[in-house]
Nanobody, 124 residues
Framework: VQLQASGGGLVQAGGSLRLSCAFS????????MGWFRQAPGKEREFVAA????????YYADSVKGRFTISRDNAEITVYLQMNSLKPEDTAVYLC??????????????????WGQGTLVTVSS
């Protein structure tokens, strides 16, 4: 499985960005898809995840109500729409895949595959 994240950039506080993660090399429907982020000097942090089917997506409290995760099963891509961005959202954002399509997983070690990350910088 290969994951290719894109869409990061520099944005002012209050602005929006949409990240994309293209999935290849496996069967998309077999995987739970997640987004994590890692700021300089900090541990990798769960952001959001979406199952193949059943149940709602779930989010870290810090982004709930501002970020929306979605998956396009025809395009085999996962998106993270980020609104009302804050300087504390600045980080490298990484997409991840777990071979358990309808599970609940919020820890980095629960995921099997990782993309290379895309940098999001929010200026104040």
């Amino acid at each position: 499985v290969q994951l290719q994240a894109s869409g990061g950039g520099l944005v002012q506080a209050g602005g929006s960005l949409r990240l994309s993660c293209a999935f290849s090399g496996g069967t998309f429907s077999h995987y739970l898809m997640g987004w994590f982020r890692q700021a300089p000097g900090k541990e990798r942090e769960f952001v959001a995840a979406i199952r193949w089917s059943g149940g709602s997506p779930y989010y870290a409290d810090s982004v709930k109500g501002r970020f929306t995760i979605s998956r396009d099963n025809a395009e085999i891509t996962v998106y993270l729409q980020m609104n009302s961005l804050k300087p504390e959202d600045t980080a490298v954002y990484l997409c991840a895949a777990r071979f358990a399509a309808n599970s609940d997983a919020r820890l980095a070690h629960d995921y099997d595959y990782w993309g290379q990350g895309t940098l999001v910088t929010v200026s104040s």
